[in-house]
């Protein structure tokens, strides 16, 4: 049920590569490549050219002035919007430099996932929260600059570490992503395998990557304890997108589950997912923690949430 306890920067070039023409482009769930294939004009040697950022800021219905947002120029074709930032969370769209209001994208914030992405000779380990064309999260290899991140654009959660503002539901999303992400089917669990992202395919493996913390992940125990990840609470503030955690014994008995919801008015049950022994991820009704239940389980929320 647990345990064991990359980055890089980008050099300035974009290497030219053949154009792939993407039809379909912004259909929720496109099923294409993650990174580029066309790097778009450059000059007679192939090198992509630094590109200026339009920043200004966005102003709020009441008239109070937002958050400042990004225009930055896109490249290539068939990029990948996720729902998460993490490129193997779902689909939620396509960028695509040569269609019709593509050329460019509009960015709030950044997050620094821990996982380099490379197309050519760029790469970065961030993934840009895009609010249009498309809303999503885009890797900035994406985006036409020499830099290995945004200019001037906020980076939350420096290092993949969870930090206050999070979403609760990104955390889910990333969450349900392991059901089918094995051709269709739930990752397998292990106690020594990583899977494809990076984590390792127990119970804090998992966690970790819902929660966005580091590859390989923490285990269990650092879980409960490291104060940087999670505080304790009461079962009664339990909401979607906290933990569950049995961290007593070794690693064959230790556990975490992540809380979703509520079965009913009485809180007899809820609904948890989780990556358990011998079956791998699930998402099912448990009672960890509850009355009538396993006792040794205790409600964590993740500070990344803010609350």
Not at 71 to 84: K, L, M, N, S
Not at 157 to 174: H, I, W
Not at 264 to 293: C, M, V
Request: aromatic share 6%; with cysteine.
């Amino acid at each position: 049920m647990e345990e064991h306890t990359h980055s890089g920067r980008r050099t300035v070039l974009r290497k030219a590569l053949p154009a792939v023409v993407a039809a379909g482009i912004g259909v929720a769930g496109f099923a294409g490549p993650a990174h580029g294939s066309d790097p778009g004009p450059a000059t007679a040697t192939g090198v992509r050219q630094a590109a200026g950022a339009d920043i200004r800021q966005a102003t709020a219905a009441d008239g109070r002035q937002a958050a400042a947002a990004s225009d930055f120029p896109t490249w290539g074709t068939r990029w990948v919007v996720h729902a998460d930032p993490d490129t193997n969370s779902p689909a939620v769209g396509m960028i695509n430099r040569t269609a019709a209001g593509q050329d460019r994208i509009t960015a709030d914030y950044q997050v620094d996932t821990g996982h380099q992405v490379c197309e050519g000779s760029a790469c970065s380990t961030y993934m840009a929260h895009v609010t249009g064309p498309v809303t999503g999260f885009l890797t900035v290899v994406a985006v036409d600059i020499p830099q290995d991140r945004l200019p001037g654009v906020p980076v939350h959660g420096g290092g993949g570490r969870p930090q206050p503002g999070g979403s609760r539901q990104e955390v889910l999303n990333r969450a349900a992503t392991w059901l089918t992400a094995n051709n269709g089917a739930q990752v397998p669990y292990s106690q020594a395998k990583v899977w494809k992202d990076g984590y390792r395919q127990d119970c804090s493996g998992y966690a970790s990557m819902a929660l966005g913390l580091p590859t390989p992940g923490t285990n269990t125990v650092g879980l409960a304890t490291d104060r940087g990840i999670t505080r304790p609470i009461s079962l009664g503030e339990l909401k979607p997108g906290d933990l569950l955690i049995d961290a007593s014994g070794d690693n064959n008995n230790r556990h975490v589950v992540i809380f979703e919801k509520w079965n009913n008015d009485a809180h007899s049950s809820y609904t948890a997912y989780e990556q358990r022994g011998g079956y791998g991820t699930d998402h099912r009704t448990l009672t960890y923690g509850l009355p009538g239940g396993d006792a040794e389980f205790t409600p964590y929320r993740p500070v990344k949430f803010g609350d």
